[in-house]
């Protein structure tokens, strides 16, 4: 007797390409990523932007994103709410790990921003993974050590120094809550 994983699809880059609106694939499994996000994590993800932006002004080397596709493997393809990359894009999409990810979490993306995604930046080797919770206003960063992620803080209102190598971010957490 087969077990129900049998039956289960099994998605590629090659059916993505193909869907309209906003998906992510890992392992092969597809996650709808709507409705659209509420308001408070558009306005938390929006800026964490601005002070990424701002922070990186004066590096050459790194820039800040909004979600676009990390194409890790033809059945996995992510989209992480803000990225720092340390190296210029080559085309439509990404394929080499972001230095750093913020994932803002809802009810309906928690348990893959903290475990699936946790797994996957983890073994790619995203130095920092950030998730961001906007209703307890706390943000858990962790720092890749010796291939494994580490928690570094538990942040409200603490300024994190993000060591990307080339460049490094004084992020002040106190600014990305809702007022």
């Known amino acids: 007797m087969r077990a129900a994983r049998d039956y289960k699809p ?5 059916d993505y390409k193909h869907w309209e609106g906003r998906w992510e694939i890992i392992d092969g499994e597809a996650f709808a990523m709507s409705p659209a996000p509420m308001p408070s994590h558009q306005s938390i993800s929006a800026k964490i932007s601005a002070q990424l932006v701002v922070s990186l002004e004066k590096c050459e080397a790194c820039h800040a994103y909004l979600p676009i596709d990390w194409h890790i493997t033809e ?3 992510v989209q992480p709410d803000n990225l720092v990359l340390c190296y210029k894009p080559a085309g439509s ?6 230095s750093l990810i913020f994932e803002v979490v809802s ?3 928690a348990a893959k921003d903290e475990h699936l995604k946790f797994d996957l930046y983890e073994r790619e080797g995203v130095l920092y993974y950030v998730i961001v919770y906007p209703n307890e206003k706390m943000a858990k960063v962790f720092k890749l050590h010796e291939g494994r992620y580490v928690k570094a803080l538990d942040a409200t209102d603490e300024t994190f120094t993000f060591d990307l190598k080339k460049c490094t971010i004084d992020f002040d ?3 990305i809550w809702e007022e």
């Open 173 to 175: 957490f106190s600014r």
């Open 107 to 109: 009810s309906s993306t």
């Open 93 to 98: 999409y990404i394929t080499k790990a972001p």
């Open 10 to 14: 099994h998605y590629t880059y090659k």
């Open 75 to 77: 059945d996995t393809i």
